[in-house]
């Protein structure tokens, strides 16, 4: 690996040998970079291995976007990164020194892509969207490290010495950069059906770009420009898909979605192998193939809070469509008969994960149908509540070790999960950024701007589609926004950044999540330490270690 991560040429042969199909990706060729890169398949093909380091940074493992939140906790198989923040965890943790390196590897593709479609005018679209995803991939580096170098031209050689930069500059050469992809005379596609990155996704990025500016400078500008950005993306329109149909087979290329990683059984080498993990990762362990469930790591299990979070505020939780259609509360003789029709109603229910305000109906609910007569009950009541005088506890629900918490069906590909069972089998698209989103940013910063009736307005765009109870003005503040994102957003990759965005890690994390011990997060663990590979490698680096971390 050279210097600060930078895929040299001969490297990037490699890397575009080694990634499975994306946006048909293809490069077999053993001819020199100029000769290949300057045929339009070549170029092609280039392209589609900058988009392709998108399926490396997500597909995999979670750990870094959900991990050691207030909503996640370590299932049956532990997950180190679940506890970021124990003595031992160090800037050669190597959770965190892949995560930068993958995203300096997929910075230096789109610089690739950058170089290599030069002035031609009949690759300026395919420069935009490397520009556009070299953007994104610095919006994470940011949000997670804080300022790091920032590398924006192509390399042929080893860099031995790139100063790091402040997190305030990163945000503004983001800003920049999406300010003018997001423009009226960019090339770029106003959507897209294919994933590529677009005006309305520079625009999307662009809000939350100056939204995580604004906690810097505590800039009123940064907020307003926020809002501007948002509202230019699509925020304040009705959002008219059930919650529940954008999160199935049927709602991917969903005009809400503004960017999304493409997952296609016509463009993989091998399904079982080069889906994604979505499915898998949040969940407890639901035995083996045998017993005709869907496969589960069971290494994040949704917390005993991620249910009460519905439980919030002036919420009425009965109404809201988000809570099932987030967690299978069902769990039946099969799994996946909750997925068909025929066997919905008639397949034995063997677990029902019951919410803390649905305990008084038990008896109605099993009475309602043959198939529950003989269901165990788990009672999901808030952590420290007792049940029949047993003290609750997310450990001890999970000491069962199978089926203890109720399974995320959020992600489920009824199209491949049954039929392949394996951790990496779904073929299901990732969302990276959609409109219910958008509008929560607006919302976040008009309760910056102190605009309450503003807010709530954004808010309910949201809670309308859902059915939930509407929100109030008085209601809106940090923590509101926060939980609406739980209940919206849970498990798309942006929980831990939510936290240290709005400085609420310690609190929410120490008092819901059971791995955490309160007064383990101090205010070092607010960003990740740069890794120690990148320091060895970076002269520059050297005495720039991020404050509290060796």
Same mark, same amino acid.
């Given at each position: 690996m050279k210097k600060l991560y930078t895929v040299v040429t001969v490297f990037l042969f490699a890397i575009l040998a080694g990634c499975s199909d994306f946006l048909e990706q293809d490069n077999k060729s053993n001819v020199p970079g100029a000769d290949y890169y300057n045929t339009s398949a070549g170029f092609e093909s280039l392209c589609n291995a900058a988009y392709g380091s998108l399926r490396t940074i997500y597909s995999d493992a979670p750990w870094l976007f959900e991990g050691g939140t207030d909503l996640f906790a370590s299932g049956r198989t532990s997950v180190q990164v679940c506890n970021l923040y124990g003595q031992n965890y160090s800037s050669a943790e190597e959770n965190v020194t892949t995560f930068y390196k993958e995203h300096y590897k997929a =910075? %230096?593709?789109?610089?690739? =892509?950058?170089?290599? /479609?030069?002035? !031609? !005018?009949?690759r300026a679209e395919r420069v935009a969207e490397a520009? /556009?995803?070299?953007?994104?991939?610095?919006?994470?580096?940011?949000?997670?490290?804080?300022?790091?170098?920032?590398?924006?031209?192509?390399?042929?050689?080893?860099i031995t010495s790139v100063q790091r930069e402040s997190a305030e500059s990163i945000f503004q050469f983001i800003i920049d950069e999406l300010t003018e992809l997001a423009s009226s005379s960019s090339v770029l596609a106003e959507k897209s059906s294919d994933g590529r990155f677009t005006k309305v996704a520079a625009k999307h990025y662009l809000a939350k770009a100056y939204l995580c500016k604004g906690y810097l400078t505590h800039d009123e500008k940064d907020f307003n420009a926020a809002v501007t950005s948002a509202k230019s993306a699509g925020a304040g329109a009705p959002l008219t898909t059930p919650f529940t149909t954008l999160f199935s087979n049927q709602g991917e290329r969903n005009e809400e979605i503004l960017f999304f990683i493409d997952y296609n059984v016509a463009t993989v080498a091998d399904v079982q192998k080069d889906g994604n993990r979505q499915q898998a990762d949040y969940g407890p362990y639901l035995k083996g193939a045998e017993a005709g469930h869907k496969y589960t790591s069971s290494t994040l299990t949704p917390t005993l809070w991620m249910h009460?979070?519905?439980? &919030?505020? &002036?919420?009425?939780?009965?109404?809201?469509?988000?809570?099932?259609?987030?967690?299978?509360?069902?769990?039946?003789?099969?799994?996946?008969?909750?997925?068909?029709?025929?066997?919905?109603?008639? %397949?034995? =229910?063997?677990y029902y994960y019951c919410p803390s305000w649905e305990i008084a109906n038990i008896a109605s609910w099993r009475s309602a149908l043959d198939s529950r007569k003989n269901a165990i009950i788990v009672e999901m009541l808030p952590e420290g509540n007792n049940i029949s005088n047993e003290q609750t506890s997310y450990q001890a629900k999970m000491s069962a070790d199978i089926c203890g918490v109720a399974p995320f069906r959020?992600?489920?590909?009824?199209?491949?999960?049954?039929?392949?069972?394996?951790?990496? %089998?779904?073929?299901r698209d990732i969302y990276l950024a959609r409109l219910a989103e958008t509008n929560l940013i607006a919302a976040e910063a008009y309760i910056k701007l102190n605009k309450p009736e503003e807010a709530v307005s954004y808010i309910n765009i949201v809670r309308n589609r859902a059915k939930a109870t509407p929100a109030v003005a008085s209601e809106m503040n940090i923590d509101y926004i926060l939980?609406?994102?739980?209940?919206?957003?849970?498990?798309?990759?942006?929980?831990?950044?939510?936290?240290?965005?709005?400085?609420?890690?310690?609190?929410?994390?120490?008092?819901?999540?059971?791995?955490?011990?309160?007064?383990?997060?101090?205010?070092?663990?607010?960003l990740r330490p740069i890794p120690l590979a990148a320091i060895e490698l970076n002269l520059a680096l050297k005495g720039h270690q991020n404050e509290g971390w060796d």
């Open positions: =910075v %230096s593709l789109a610089n690739e =892509v950058i170089y290599w /479609g030069g002035e !031609d !005018d009949s520009r /556009g995803l070299r953007a994104f991939y610095y919006l994470n580096l940011v949000q997670q490290f804080g300022g790091v170098p920032l590398v924006t031209t192509r390399t042929t050689s080893p009460e979070v519905f439980n &919030t505020n &002036t919420d009425n939780p009965a109404q809201d469509e988000r809570y099932e259609g987030t967690f299978m509360l069902e769990l039946r003789q099969s799994y996946w008969d909750y997925y068909d029709e025929k066997k919905k109603n008639t %397949s034995e =229910v063997i959020k992600f489920d590909d009824i199209e491949n999960g049954k039929q392949y069972f394996k951790i990496t %089998s779904s073929m939980n609406e994102r739980a209940r919206e957003l849970a498990g798309e990759y942006h929980r831990w950044t939510d936290l240290t965005r709005t400085g609420k890690l310690a609190e929410y994390v120490e008092a819901h999540n059971p791995d955490i011990p309160v007064g383990r997060i101090t205010t070092k663990f607010y």
